[in-house]
């Protein structure tokens, strides 16, 4: 089994930091391109204050049952402190256990680059769009998730 990239009829959430706004604004713009190129209209975006809210709203939303895939978006940029791994670490694994506890798809879409330039190049130049490839994600993974309950209900 495979998802598909058909984003009609799907429900998406895009809950986006607004911490290096320079940053999140292109992965929102690439993540909003991606839903609607692939058919997907109905799309609600929550903004929050920084990388380390992604989660709890992102848990809100997938918990409400009202969308088919949450995709977080954010930027993290190395500094001086350790305060860049704790964030990530943070920021992953509780991404992580919000898709198992939901049984909702909720794309990670959060740049750790260890300088601007690096975080520049993935969020719309060089190196793509992150928030394009996770809004891809997201479509294939609610299709996803759609076709293994039909063979789970249907055994």
Do not use: W
């Amino acid at each position: 089994m495979e998802g598909s990239l058909n984003g009609q009829n799907l429900k998406i959430a895009i809950v986006a930091s607004r911490f290096n706004d320079l940053l999140t604004k292109n992965l929102i713009d690439g993540a909003m391109d991606a839903l609607k190129r692939h058919g997907t209209e109905s799309i609600d975006t929550f903004l929050v204050p920084g990388a380390f809210e992604l989660p709890l709203i992102s848990d809100k939303v997938a918990s409400s049952k009202k969308y088919d895939a949450v995709i977080a978006l954010g930027a993290l940029i190395k500094g001086a402190t350790p305060h860049f791994e704790y964030l990530c670490a943070s920021v992953t694994k509780s991404v992580a256990e919000i898709n198992i506890r939901h049984g909702v798809p909720v794309i990670l879409g959060l740049i750790t680059a260890d300088t601007l330039e690096h975080a520049i190049e993935r969020s719309g130049t060089k190196q793509g769009n992150k928030g394009f490839i996770a809004a891809e994600n997201a479509i294939e993974m609610a299709n996803l998730v759609k076709e293994t309950k039909k063979v789970f209900e249907e055994k």
